[in-house]
């Protein structure tokens, strides 16, 4: 089995699972404990905080631990508007967000914000222009992802902070789930990011939300008050340590990792651009490429894939089982055609060049298996 869907998440780094398993076999304790074992597993908790922050060069941010970007998403946007709807009602959103953002800011609207949306290039990256016609005195509030995971484009993230020098009130949230370890990228500029330890080869159910002031930061579930009461509930030690081990191996290998994925992406980007009926989406990331069958259904393509052994998907694995197009992809004024037949490949650090010509061979005989329905 060759796995290419690492955008929806990775395989496990065998240090981070090694890492799990002694936390939870000799730290097993709750950090919040105030016995001398608690004290002792709440010391690693600071200790992989600390990690995770020097990692990311965000020295000085407040880092949250969370179960993954989803719920950090949501601490963001929910905690943020409900404490700065006094100055403004105004939320404005690219129209390539990951569900676990368009689906919150919409839910939003419920509680009387005005959400809009900035239009997208067929580049795949946010209108700059636009934003700035967007922008006025009544927005409290942007979000823009780092890197689309649909396709890749990287968007202009420290160009966005600097329009919102003009704009104060505005808080700037980005989610950085398909950047952090693959993307070099200033990340000082947000006053929020969210962040899945499962997408640079950590374990599910651990992520983060960091901040730069952590004042902004609101809960939006209470409980006991566990991490300085923003996110409550026993914290998830083992998975947290295994998250600070994943990205510092993953941040140590950035550069290595980023040139052989990019070589991986560029190969099968030139492969398939010389097949009929193909379209290949404008890339950015090293680790994402989508491309399209226009006449078949993208189902069709993934499923011919993985009879030859090959994992690829559709789109987000958390919307691939929603008969909805994709909105990325409509974002970028693609056809309808072209929606319907899109696949996502995703390399990651574990891809090999063998694996990546198997691909190619395979992309070549798909075409040719479902050649009388391609337009």
């Not at 020097?54 to 998403?73: Q, Y």
């Not at 995971?149 to 789930?177: M, R």
């Not at 081990?245 to 950035?254: D, F, S, Y």
């Not at 993934?302 to 009879?307: E, F, H, K, S, W």
């Amino acid at each position: 089995m060759i796995y290419m869907d690492n955008a929806a998440t990775t395989r496990p780094f065998e240090e981070a699972l090694e890492t799990f398993e002694q936390v939870n076999r000799n730290f097993y304790y709750n950090t919040a404990s105030i016995h001398p074992e608690g004290r002792k597993a709440g010391q690693l908790l600071e200790a992989s905080r600390k990690q995770v922050l020097e990692l990311l060069d965000l020295g000085g941010h407040k880092c949250v631990f969370t179960s993954g970007a989803t719920e950090s998403n949501n601490i963001a946007i929910q905690g943020v508007l409900r404490k700065k709807k006094q100055f403004g009602r105004t939320v404005l959103a690219s129209k390539i967000e990951h569900p676990s953002v368009i689906n919150v800011v919409e839910e939003m609207k419920d509680e009387g914000f005005d959400i809009k949306y900035i239009d997208t290039r067929k580049d795949g990256k946010i209108d700059l222009e636009d934003l700035r016609l967007k922008l006025d005195n009544d927005v409290i509030f942007l979000t823009v992802m780092a890197v689309n995971n649909i396709t890749g484009a990287i968007q202009p993230v420290s160009e966005i902070a600097e329009i919102l020098g003009d704009y104060p009130k505005v808080h700037f949230h980005v989610d950085a789930t398909q950047s952090i370890a693959k993307v070099d990228m200033e990340l000082d500029g947000p006053d929020t990011l969210s962040l899945s330890a499962h997408k640079f080869h950590g374990l599910k159910g651990a992520g983060a939300l960091i901040a730069k002031q952590g004042g902004i930061l609101h809960p939006v579930m209470y409980g006991g008050g566990h991490e300085s009461g923003i996110r409550s509930g026993t914290v998830n030690l083992g998975a947290v340590a295994a998250m600070a081990k994943a990205l510092r191996i993953a941040t140590e290998n950035k550069e290595e990792n980023h040139e052989r994925m990019a070589g991986y992406n560029e190969r099968v980007r030139n492969a398939v651009s010389v097949l009929p009926s193909v379209h290949v989406q404008p890339g950015g990331a090293p680790h994402i490429l989508n491309l399209s069958f226009e006449g078949a259904m993208g189902e069709v393509v993934v499923n011919a894939l993985g009879a030859r052994g090959i994992m690829v998907s559709t789109t987000s694995a958390c919307a691939s089982k929603f008969a909805a197009l994709n909105e990325t992809l409509l974002a970028m004024d693609n056809t309808e055609a072209i929606v319907k037949g899109s696949i996502r490949i995703s390399f990651s650090s574990f891809t090999t060049d063998k694996e990546a010509d198997i691909l190619i061979e395979a992309l070549n005989g798909v075409h040719k298996e479902i050649g009388g329905v391609l337009k």
